[in-house]
């Protein structure tokens, strides 16, 4: 008889900390459905884990930042008969820049992405868990999630959010068998920089960078473990230790200056 295996689901699996929490799940022999944009890619993640793990991976290509995205992914994978065992929220982006000069579009955008799509998906997936009383959920926030971030006000809040939901749902999920992790990590070497302008940004010029890989290797055990929060890297812990003691006024402007 064939035991079935387990199944992960992975927003945001083609770059950086996506694409690592992907083959952290491959390289354990769990079955993977990637959602993303690019279908090339993630055809190309495809051929690579099924040779390398013997797994079998299921890409899904969509634009989360659509409001019926949720929806259409949960039809999908229930039309193909998977039941979703781990659910990582991965996929999001930032915006560097002062809101005022802003594109509203960009930001509305980032909303839907990064608490929107995450909070429909948790809210589809989570019904079977609960019926078989067993699964876990890892949802992407960061270290901008414990403070407000001047030049990236909306991307900070999107995160805060991602934390705080994370945490609630910690709670109330657990009686059912459902476990749920908010990773944390602080500046990290991957695509996100780019596609938020952040280059010449203090927070990844002046902090010392993780690598996906590290970041993601972090979050997995701790999603397994059942722990609610996990932030990677020792100078992350210690800066969200100190800033929990300090004047908010005093956090905010320091976070200013980091990011300029
Ligand atoms: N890097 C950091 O310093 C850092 C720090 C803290 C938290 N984070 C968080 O970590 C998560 C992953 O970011 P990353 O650093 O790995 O960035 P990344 O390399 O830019 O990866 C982002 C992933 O999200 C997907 N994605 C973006 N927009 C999408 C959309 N509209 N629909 C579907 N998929 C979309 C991208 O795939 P496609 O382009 O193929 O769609 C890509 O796979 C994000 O939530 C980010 O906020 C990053």
């Not at 002062?98 to 579009?105: K, T």
């Amino acid at each position: 008889m064939t035991t079935k295996r387990p199944c992960a689901l992975i927003t945001g699996a083609t770059s950086g900390i996506g694409y690592e929490l992907a083959k952290q799940c491959a390289s354990k022999h769990i079955d993977c459905v990637l959602v993303s944009r690019n279908i090339d890619k993630m055809n190309e993640i495809k051929t690579d884990f099924e040779s390398t793990y013997n797994i079998t991976v299921t890409p899904f290509q969509i634009d989360l930042s659509d409001e019926t995205a949720p929806q259409r992914v949960f039809d999908f994978t229930t039309s193909q008969g998977l039941h979703i065992d781990i659910l990582i929220n991965n996929a999001g982006f930032g915006d560097f820049g002062p809101f005022d000069a802003s594109r509203l579009e960009r930001q509305n955008n980032m909303v839907r992405l990064n608490i929107l799509a995450l909070m429909n998906l948790t809210h589809y997936y989570v019904q079977p868990m609960i019926q078989k009383g067993s699964g876990r959920i890892l949802n992407v926030a960061s270290t901008a999630a414990f403070q407000a971030g001047p030049i990236m006000s909306v991307y900070y809040a999107t995160k805060a959010f991602v934390l705080s939901f994370s945490e609630s749902l910690s709670v109330e999920l657990k009686p059912k068998g459902i476990f749920v992790t908010a990773l944390c990590p602080g500046p990290t070497k991957t695509g996100f920089v780019e596609n938020a302008n952040l280059q010449r940004s203090g927070l990844f010029t002046n902090l010392k960078n993780t690598t996906a890989e590290f970041v993601a290797k972090k979050g997995y055990q701790s999603m397994l473990k059942g722990k609610v929060i996990e932030i990677p890297g020792l100078a992350n812990k210690t800066l969200i230790c100190m800033s929990k003691f300090a004047p908010r006024k005093l956090v905010r402007t320091v976070i200013l200056h980091i990011q300029k």
